[in-house]
């Protein structure tokens, strides 16, 4: 039979190779691809409002994308390592957030979410040994899911030595993530236009 796509995995890199080219103040003002400018880490840093906004608009037209290619948006998983992350109107299978930490914190609903994400599954990920985005900023970050969804649906994981990176054993939780809101499915479209794919695809960016 073929074969219809019926889950994806999008998930988004920090700084490197596929972002805009814009200078980062952090980094001296190099210019280097990135998705916004980070200014600093610390929960009083100034945000790059305008070049987050700019980052989740690019991240919607991804979802929405998918959607309109025939994957339901609950059958998609969002993932970030460091830069990567952001929050969508539609419902989500969950999200993972590697390395992560809470930019434009200030501008954050006070209390719970509402609408179709309020029960979302998240996995945040943090080495204990992170030298550029430290645990205590992932720390922070998982406190503030807690208030924003269900608390029961966050699950915080660290690692011992790790450092800004990622172990086997986060690749692995990552995966129990993944197979556990994506199962596998198939799907017999003979009588719809034949597209032969993966069930499971994931996109890089």
């Known amino acids: 039979p073929c074969l219809l796509a019926t889950a994806a995995v999008i998930f988004l890199r920090g700084l490197g190779d596929t972002r805009p080219v814009r200078p980062v103040t952090l980094n001296m003002n190099m210019a280097m691809p990135s998705w916004f400018d980070i200014i ?36 998609i998983i969002l993932g970030g390592f460091s830069q990567g992350g952001t929050l969508y109107t539609q419902k989500l299978a969950g999200v993972t957030a590697l390395s992560c930490w809470l930019p434009l914190r200030a501008s954050f609903p006070q209390g ?60 692995m939780d990552v995966k129990l993530l993944i197979d556990k809101l994506l199962p596998l499915q198939l799907i017999d479209v003979t009588k719809r236009p034949c597209v032969e794919v993966h069930q499971h695809h994931c996109s890089r960016v």
């Open 40 to 75: 600093g880490l610390s929960p009083d840093s100034q945000g790059d409002e305008s070049g987050i906004k700019q980052a989740a608009e690019k991240i919607k037209a991804l979802i929405d994308q998918e959607v309109k290619n025939g994957t339901p948006s609950n059958g």
């Open 112 to 171: 719970p979410i509402g609408g179709a994400n309020r029960d979302i599954s998240i996995l945040q990920c943090h080495g204990d040994c992170d030298p550029l985005v430290p645990l205590m900023f992932g720390s922070l970050l998982v406190e503030k899911l807690k208030t924003l969804v269900n608390p029961a649906n966050v699950t915080f994981k660290t690692y011992e030595g790790m450092m800004h990176s990622s172990c086997q054993q986060e690749m």
